[in-house]
Each structure stands twice: as structure tokens, then as C-alpha cells.
């Protein structure tokens, strides 16, 4: 299986900034996408952000302005760049891997274990 592992994740106050990171145990040219869903408490896992490898990106219209998505292939990671974060920002924020287009969680295949973000007001 593939493996997928966020990392910066965190505390901050509204209005901040927080950079994830996500690195494959695989190649990640070799995937059609990748990009990062979220869920809160008592709601269901939503959309992010998402990069379909030498296509284009795509966004989340809760986030467009605010969070960047990128990717490095030499490197097997994937990074989202969250600024002017929002107390609705907070959430567990997962890593995909897609074999396919699609904003539902049923259309990635493999999901890391999750980061934390927490934003104050």
C-alpha cells in the first residue's frame, strides 16, 4: 500500500498561517492526482484542494484565495499553503492520492493518517 504522511499541522490564531506537508512512499508522477480533504467534528470529510500532475489545480471555493497547493515530483510530496486561516479552518486534514478527477472522498484511493489544524479566534 502506499503510504502517506502529513506533517505541519498546528495552532494558530485567525488570521495565520500554516504550511502541510505531505510525502509519498511512492512516486507521485505515477498517480493522477493528489491533494487534501478535511473533516470537523460531526461533519463529513470535505473537499480542499487538489493538483492533477501537469494539468492544473483546484480549490475548494471555501479556500480559493487562501490556500496554494504544489507539489514537487522529484520529491514525492505534496504542500498546502494555508494563509489567512479562519476558526472554520479547523479540522483533520488528510493527503490523497487519486486515480481520477473528483471532489468526493470515494474518488482517492489511498489517505495518510491525518494532521491537526486549529485555529483560535
Known amino acids: 500500500q502506499v503510504q502517506l504522511v502529513e506533517s505541519g499541522g498546528g495552532l494558530v490564531q485567525a488570521g495565520g498561517s500554516l504550511r502541510l506537508s505531505c510525502a509519498a512512499s511512492e512516486r507521485t508522477v505515477n498517480f493522477y492526482s493528489m491533494g487534501w480533504f478535511r473533516q470537523a467534528p460531526g461533519k463529513e470529510r470535505e473537499f480542499v484542494a487538489a493538483i492533477v500532475w501537469g494539468y492544473s489545480k483546484y480549490y475548494a471555493d471555501s479556500v480559493k484565495g487562501r490556500f496554494t497547493i504544489s507539489g514537487d515530483n522529484a520529491e514525492n510530496t505534496v504542500t498546502l499553503q494555508m494563509d489567512s486561516l479562519k476558526p472554520e479552518d479547523t479540522a483533520v486534514y488528510y493527503c490523497?492520492?487519486?486515480?481520477?478527477?473528483?471532489?468526493?472522498?470515494?474518488?482517492?484511493?489511498?489517505w495518510g493518517q491525518g494532521t491537526q489544524v486549529t485555529v483560535s479566534s
Open positions: 490523497v492520492i487519486g486515480s481520477g478527477p473528483g471532489v468526493q472522498p470515494d474518488a482517492y484511493d489511498y
